[in-house]
Antibody, heavy 119, light 107 residues
Framework: QVHLQESGPGLVKPSETLSLTCSVS?????????WGWIRQAPGKGLEWIGS???????SYNPSLESRVTISLDTSKNQFSLKLSSVTAADTAVYSC????????????WGQGTLVIVSS | EIVMTQSPAILSVSPGERATLSCRAS??????LAWYQQKPGQAPRLLMY???TRATGIPARFSGSGSGTEFTLTISSLQSEDFAVYYC??????????FGQGTKLEI
C-alpha cells in the first residue's frame, strides 16, 4: 500500500515561491509509478498541477507551466513541488497523489495541506 | 485542453433512493474516465475507472456507464455514508489530466 504525506509551510507571502514535499512510504519512487500534485482552492473543484514520472520526466498543467517545477529526490523517497510568483489565487489545499501507469487515474492520495498566500 | 462539465452542481436525494450524476467531456475521452468521492476533510477516493470498473473495495451499489463524451455515475440505493462530493476526471489526454467541478450529493 502506497502512503503519501505532504509537508511544507502553511503560509507564503505574495510573489514568493511555494515549496511542498511529498514523502512516500510503502513503495520506492524510483521503481515505477507516476507522481503528481493536485490542488483545491476554497469552495472550488480539483485542479491537476503536474506529474513526474519515475524516470524524472515531467508534465505540467499548461495554465501553470511557467511557474511550476516538480522534482524527485530518490535518496529520501520524496518528490516536491515549487510554484513561483504566488498570489492569493494560489491559496488552496495541495495534495500529492500517485498512479500506477500511463492512462491510469490517481490510485493513492495524500491527505492534503492548506497553503495560504498572504502578506 | 479537455474541459469536463458535471451536472447538477448539487443533487438532493433521500436515503434509499437512486442518485444519477452526469459528466460531459468537451471532446471524446473514449472510456478513460474516473470518478472520485470526497468527504469533508478527507482525500478523494477512487470509485470508478475505465468509466465502468469499480475500484477495489467499492460497493456494488455504485455503477458507471458511458463512453466518448457522456458519462454517468449511478448510486442505486443511497446510504448515509454516500453523501459527499463526486468528481469525474479524464485521463485520455494523458499525461494532461482534467477534473470536473464536482457534484455535491446532499440529503
Amino acid at each position: 500500500q502506497v502512503h503519501l504525506q505532504e509537508s511544507g509551510p502553511g503560509l507564503v507571502k505574495p510573489s514568493e515561491t511555494l515549496s511542498l514535499t511529498c514523502s512516500v512510504s510503502g513503495y520506492s519512487i524510483s521503481s515505477g509509478y507516476y507522481w503528481g500534485w493536485i490542488r483545491q482552492a476554497p469552495g472550488k473543484g480539483l485542479e491537476w498541477i503536474g506529474s513526474i514520472f519515475h524516470s524524472g520526466s515531467t508534465s505540467y498543467n499548461p495554465s501553470l507551466e511557467s511557474r511550476v517545477t516538480i522534482s524527485l529526490d530518490t535518496s529520501k523517497n520524496q518528490f516536491s513541488l515549487k510554484l513561483s510568483s504566488v498570489t492569493a489565487a494560489d491559496t488552496a489545499v495541495y495534495s500529492c497523489a500517485a498512479y500506477s501507469g500511463s492512462y491510469r487515474p490517481f490510485d493513492y492520495w495524500g491527505q492534503g495541506t492548506l497553503v495560504i498566500v498572504s502578506s | 485542453e479537455i474541459v469536463m462539465t458535471q451536472s447538477p452542481a448539487i443533487l438532493s436525494v433521500s436515503p434509499g433512493e437512486r442518485a444519477t450524476l452526469s459528466c460531459r467531456a468537451s471532446q471524446s475521452v473514449s472510456s478513460n474516465l474516473a470518478w472520485y468521492q470526497q468527504k469533508p476533510g478527507q482525500a478523494p477516493r477512487l470509485l470508478m475507472y475505465a468509466a465502468s470498473t469499480r475500484a477495489t473495495g467499492i460497493p456494488a451499489r455504485f455503477s458507471g456507464s458511458g463512453s466518448g463524451t457522456e458519462f454517468t455515475l449511478t448510486i442505486s440505493s443511497l446510504q448515509s455514508e454516500d453523501f459527499a462530493v463526486y468528481y469525474c476526471q479524464q485521463y485520455n489526454n494523458w499525461p494532461l489530466y482534467t477534473f470536473g467541478q464536482g457534484t455535491k450529493l446532499e440529503i
